[in-house]
């Protein structure tokens, strides 16, 4: 009898053998975590943006102080052009290091590349923001 009450208790029960429901979804994958060069090329990334973002309020004062200066002269908005400027290059960086990762498209080095595309334009860019608040 006690044999019997343990298969009993071993044997499933007819419902929990079902098949999933037709529509149910895949279980999602497993997102990788970044690697060490991955994770460092990032940091890298996040110190440009952010000297980016401090060499941005430095040249656009600059430029609005020259819009205060000039506007009755020239009637050029620097301030303006250089946040059209900047909005235009945020696309452009974007855009190019999606094609540069894109050659390494399903590869884990994909966000490593793209990491290290948009921490070099965003240095790139810093010194083009500094270059032009030199003297003329």
């Known amino acids: 009898m006690l044999i019997a009450l343990l298969l009993a208790a071993a044997t499933p029960a007819p419902h929990a053998t079902a098949t ?5 979804s ?3 994958k497993a997102t990788p975590t970044p ?12 110190h440009a943006e952010s000297a980016l973002a401090g060499q941005w309020k430095i040249t656009n004062a600059f430029m609005a102080g020259k819009d205060a200066q000039d506007h009755a002269r020239s009637h050029f ?3 303006a052009a250089l946040l059209d400027s900047q909005k235009a290059w ?12 894109g ?7 994909q966000p490593l590349i793209v990491a290290q595309c948009k921490t070099a334009l965003t240095n790139a ?6 270059g032009l608040m030199a003297s003329e």
């Open 20 to 24: 999933p429901h037709p529509k149910a």
């Open 26 to 28: 895949p279980a999602p």
């Open 35 to 46: 690697g060490p060069l991955t994770k460092a090329a990032l940091e890298q990334l996040e």
């Open 77 to 79: 908005a620097y301030a």
């Open 90 to 101: 945020r696309t452009y960086r974007a855009a190019a290091c999606r094609v540069e990762g």
């Open 103 to 109: 050659v390494h498209a399903g590869d884990v080095r």
């Open 125 to 130: 860019r810093r010194l083009q923001l500094k």
